[in-house]
């Protein structure tokens, strides 16, 4: 396998300080390299998911940085005062 039995007795443990390399090696071996191209696939409601997360946190900052207590305009995205009005 092409590392030490000192690694090898690492990876057969679990030890998370192993290169991922070798766990891949360690697998291939096996034959049981084939759900590595699952793993790697992209993850469209994962990606949907954590895009959403990234617009919600985006919002709350910029509420927190002008101070704002208005609300977010759901179609435009922009603020909303309390008077009704659009701000930037």
Same mark, same amino acid.
């Given at each position: 396998?092409?590392?030490?039995?000192?690694?090898?007795?690492?990876?057969?443990?679990?030890?998370?300080?192993?290169? =991922?390399?070798?766990?891949?090696?360690? @697998? $291939?071996? *096996?034959?049981?390299?084939?759900?590595?191209? #699952?793993?790697?696939?992209d993850d469209k409601l994962g990606?949907?998911?954590?895009?959403?997360? =990234?617009?919600?946190?985006?919002?709350? @900052? $910029?509420? *927190?940085?002008t101070g704002s207590q208005g609300? #977010?305009?759901?179609?435009?995205?922009?603020?909303?005062?309390?008077?009704?009005?659009?701000?930037?």
């Amino acid at each position: 396998m092409g590392v030490s039995r000192d690694t090898l007795n690492r990876l057969e443990k679990g030890d998370a300080t192993i290169a =991922l390399g070798t766990y891949v090696r360690a @697998l $291939r071996i *096996l034959g049981l390299d084939g759900d590595i191209d #699952t793993v790697a696939q992209d993850d469209k409601l994962g990606r949907a998911l954590q895009d959403q997360n =990234l617009l919600v946190k985006n919002s709350r @900052l $910029r509420k *927190l940085r002008t101070g704002s207590q208005g609300t #977010t305009d759901t179609k435009t995205g922009s603020e909303i005062s309390n008077h009704g009005q659009h701000t930037t």
